[in-house]
């Protein structure tokens, strides 16, 4: 049993951007206890850096995710080793994916649970950073809810982040027309030099309605929203009939007060007969199986190409969270704490 | 060949409820002229009065329907008599049911289209009124896009409307809860008396956000909304996971200038894995006589009961059009321009 146990408590809810004073971190053994029966004591190795967990950090709302209470730790899907078990399934040693919290460590009831474990072979890092929820997201939101068919045009916002450019990439490999609208030339630069897509669009410097206009004459058949916003409603005002718009995430929303606004012009909805759809990764549990064995696939083969943002240290985490939202995240962004992130088993 | 013809020519954009202004009644002998190969000439017997030819009426916009071009004649969904024939798929004295305009007398080339003949035995308003598009539209939005089970809970907004009401009654027959939003006691009452809802929510007097978590406190599995604005909203914030939004219509926002705005909280949307999707009736053609069917015979044993609301007047066609959106409407609203609508063969 450890003595120490850092973690990052939420004090208020941020207006805006998350800033220090809405946390405090503290030392000393918070949530150190002895393990009851079906509980282990993870060590936390890193934690994945979602957008969405802004949301979490605000009022409490209808919105269905989510909210975390003041006074506790900043939840987060974290990579880590059972450093001490009283569940069999989950001896020591063993890796584990699991919604965790900022904290070295933690206790968990494993009992009705089933954490992903890591591989042999491959470490934290590039498990979390490379198959993890946002290439999970990305190919369950292409696949099943997009349903591309060669020739149609698919256009991604925040193309170049680690959700958008795997399904980019999967909707080029299903012989799609494929058009990303990322913020800055680097960006665009990468989705097309090094993704394969036939078209970028830089909303930092075009304006994006006219620019969808240019890219997909025959409107979008499928749309990947990471964004909302203003970007969500240039792509509804340019939908094809019939078209898909799959809802992942609405980043330009995280940071403002109150529920993310949605566009206007239902009727192109109406008359477009538009699927619209919102969907988590966990609505296909059953299928992460084959979801995985597709995804190791193709990025073994290089059909798919992923980046990784990694970033350290515990008393940092503000800070590379933040970095979602400053334009400057190019890649899965993965905070790592512990060097044990690096092990391949 | 007539002599004459009368129409109702657009002759500018309403801003708000239609009125006399933006419309010229002209006598005189408009459209007249020779039949050529393929064509015939129809005396048209009744308008169906939807309200979404309110949007038709608008400035040319980006939504994907339909714009009448000012100076000719407002565009409306027919049953009419052919008068004159050179196309023997449609002899004089058939009836058939086709999109035409505010006129007494039209010529339309059928040579590429499959305009629905009127069965015998039944009349033009029957045909129009019971099973025309009010009718389809609901028996696709509820069976394709809401695909209901048992149990589930359904809420239909304009539930005392021709589209809505039949919605709101196949959602019973298909085995759900069936709450509805009108306006006024009257409709609710009709609602809770003859169609057997479980549940009416009287816009005009209660706040629906509240009484449909009254309603739905488990949430709302299938919102078949025909009204949009601050009613999707309060629908939106209250749905259930995976639960599916009809986009029929948005008739608050008919009579506003510029797009149909939509809600807030597309949160909502996302963790509630909520799917909405926009439609017409005729993404389904190939399934009408099957929809037919399937009415006729609820009709037929009571299982779903319809109202019509019959006026008449070729020169009234305005002010019965705008009943439409005044609250005197209740039921299937046909604007009746020649007693031959009550013919049956």
Known sequence: MTSHNRQWLLRSRPKGLLQMNNLELVNGNHDVRPLKSGEIRIRNLLFQCAPTMRNWMSEPSNSLYRTIDLGTPVQALAACRVVESRNSRYPVGSRIIISSCWSEYDIIDVSELSPKFIPEGISAIESVGKLGINSLTAYFGITRIGQPRPGETLVVSGAAGSTGSVAAQIGRLKGCRVIGIAGGKNKCDWLMNECGLDGAI???????????????????????????????????????????????????????????????????LIYGSIHMQGFLYSDYLDDIPKALNDLTSWMQSGDIITRLDVRSGFENLPSIFNALFDGSNQGSLLAVIDDDAHALA
């Open 202 to 268: 830089d909303y930092h410097t075009e304006d994006v309605n006219s620019a969808l206009k240019d890219h997909c004459p025959n409107g979008i058949d499928i749309f990947y929203d990471n964004v909302g916003g203003q970007i969500l409603q240039a792509a509804v005002d340019n939908m094809a009939k019939f078209g898909r718009i799959i809802l992942c995430g609405q980043i330009a929303a995280y940071n403002q007060d109150g529920p993310a606004p949605a566009f206007s012009n239902m009727m192109r």
